[in-house]
């Protein structure tokens, strides 16, 4: 589990291509790594991976193609990712519970400065849209986030307002209209429609 909150900007430095899938090394100075242990977990942009190899600096990871698939940010060279370390039941929640499961991929139709912030839109894929709600929690690239408005056709547009540290310290600052972010809903949103359709079942 994790909670949204980046800890650190990484760096893929080296895609190495497998039989089903590609073994990424990341750089990561901005993350210590010293308690970090062979079989811990790593949240890549969102993604929830495994350390198999770790140096001073740097790890390794592999994504399986599974994973390629139905998510964005993790097979370019060069490419940077927001980074959080799985968090212990004595840590924190800054964010929101977040399971490094990314549900879909979304498109940014706007990300503009306004005042000192930052107003962020994005369009959900249709089979989301029922999970975002205004004022509720979501997860994009990683980030635990609060959504201002909801709306658009099959309510599948959802604004954000992004205040100057998020956008300082996390790849969000990168994003510009067409560009495509991963997306997690809600974990509660998650289970209450898993409820709600269980019992129209009954």
Sequence with gaps: MFTGIITAVGKISHVQPLEKGLRLTVEAPGLKLADVALGDSIAHGGVCLTVIAKKKNSYQVDVSRETLDCTVGLDAEGGEVNLEKAMRL????????????????????????????HELVIKAPKN????????????????????????G???????????????????????????????????????????????AAA
């Design 128 to 151: 989301l849209a029922k999970y975002i709600a205004r004022k509720g929690s979501i997860v994009v690239d990683g980030v635990s986030l609060t959504t201002n408005r909801v709306g």
């Design 153 to 199: 056709k099959g309510g599948r547009r959802f604004s954000i307002n992004l205040i100057p540290h998020t956008v300082e310290v996390t790849t969000l600052k990168r994003l510009h209209p067409g560009a495509t972010v991963n997306l997690e809903i809600d974990l509660i949103a998650r289970y209450v429609e898993r409820m709600l359709s269980a019992g």
């Design 90 to 117: 004595s840590d924190f929640i800054g964010g929101h519970l977040v399971s490094g499961h990314v549900d879909g991929v979304g498109e940014v139709e706007k990300f503009e400065r306004i005042g000192e912030s």
